[in-house]
């Protein structure tokens, strides 16, 4: 079998034709055969070997798409520091360099791409990352139909309420220049009736979190009908409060025994208005300047998702604040703050809100930020959950302010 990592020839040039060959070629691969494709298209750009790393769902792992070679660790690991930072990372293994460059889509981190190179100059590093930036887009593309990419990915037997869930579920983080919106939902492989959404519709970010009563197959059905409900409304161009009653009405009809609570969210990106309505669910929490402000987004009890028809038929209240530039929202399912370790002590929300702020303040992206406060939950209650925690935390940073 050959060195995946044997050396090629030092300083060959870009072969521009045989490079678009390859590029047309990339939407009809397998995903399967991606590595190989992988390995000519870095030959074409004058490049070594490569080989593509996903990270698993839970974010612990550095996944080979090469099943002959072992995952890395993302928190002990050249390849898991470019992953955390989203920067590139040198190494010198004895004969020669590897570049791991991030695999980025938009604002979600897939993973990393490893690439081989004897000498590493201007021109390989440009190279290195176009390459990257070109098989994120292609990994993408056939993650969204390709089950071997996804069980390539999983590191433990998916149940069937959390497979459902899953299947309905958005990108872990989504953003542009003005706004990011990221999430985590644990546990990952057998969560019941937590879920997250977030949408950018030109200018606007619509996010959503929901908790459905219970822990099992009906729970998951509640919000996934909630989640399409809600999109269903959002596509049409609904504003919140049409977009809650579509919601309201959609579990009243098909699911009438069942309800969740939930916040929707809509923030102007140019503005900085945000609107929510918050449906019998804990308060969003806003971050400012690094700290938390008490109340900021508190507002009156309205009833959960499903019942509001039956229990109050006026129409939902719609609350509004203006954002600063650098603020923070959190939305959160009381499984985080109720967590209990071995001795009944809850993680509490201080605990949870020091954790995010200690992050962010020595410059953790949003996206790493709740990838570490995920696995400090599960750390707390060692790894045995006894209801779902889900977080989602978006920030406004306009950049002509």
Known sequence: MPDPWAPAEPGAAVDERLLGELITETQSVLPVDLSALADRCAAALGLNTVLIYLVDLQQWLLVPLDESLEPLPVDASQAGWAYRTVSPRVTDNGDGLVVWVPLIDGAERLGVLAVRTATLDGPRMRRSRILADLLAMVVTSKRAYSDWIAARTRTATMQLPAEMLRAFLPPRTIGSTQCVSTAVLEPAYDVGGDAF?????????????????????????????????????????????????????????????????????????????????????????????????????????????????????????????????????????????????????????????????????????????????????????????????????????????
């Open 197 to 401: 959404d977030h949408a950018v519709i030109k200018h606007v970010l619509h996010t959503m979190i929901l908790d459905a009563m219970g822990h099992d197959l009906a729970s998951g059905l509640t919000t996934s009908v909630a989640m399409a409900g809600a999109r269903n409304a959002r596509r049409s161009g609904a504003d919140l409060p049409d977009l809650v009653g579509t919601v309201d009405r959609a579990l009243a009809q098909w699911l009438p025994d069942h309800f969740c609570t939930g916040v929707v969210c809509r923030l102007d990106a140019k503005t900085g208005q945000l609107h929510w309505i918050n449906c019998g669910h804990p308060p969003p929490l806003l971050i400012r300047d690094e700290q938390v402000l008490e109340g900021a987004l508190a507002s009156p009890p309205q009833p959960p998702i499903g019942l509001h028809l039956e229990l109050a038929p006026a129409a939902r209240q719609l609350h509004e604040t203006a954002l600063e530039p650098g603020d923070r929202v959190l939305l959160y399912t009381d499984g985080v703050v109720d967590a209990r370790d071995e001795n009944g002590v809850e993680f509490g929300l201080d605990r949870f809100t020091d954790f995010i702020i200690r992050a962010s303040a020595v410059g953790q992206r949003p996206a790493e930020v709740l990838r570490l406060l995920s696995h400090a939950i599960l750390d707390y209650q060692h790894n045995d959950l006894r209801d779902d925690a889900t977080i989602l935390l978006f920030e406004w940073h306009p950049q002509d302010l």
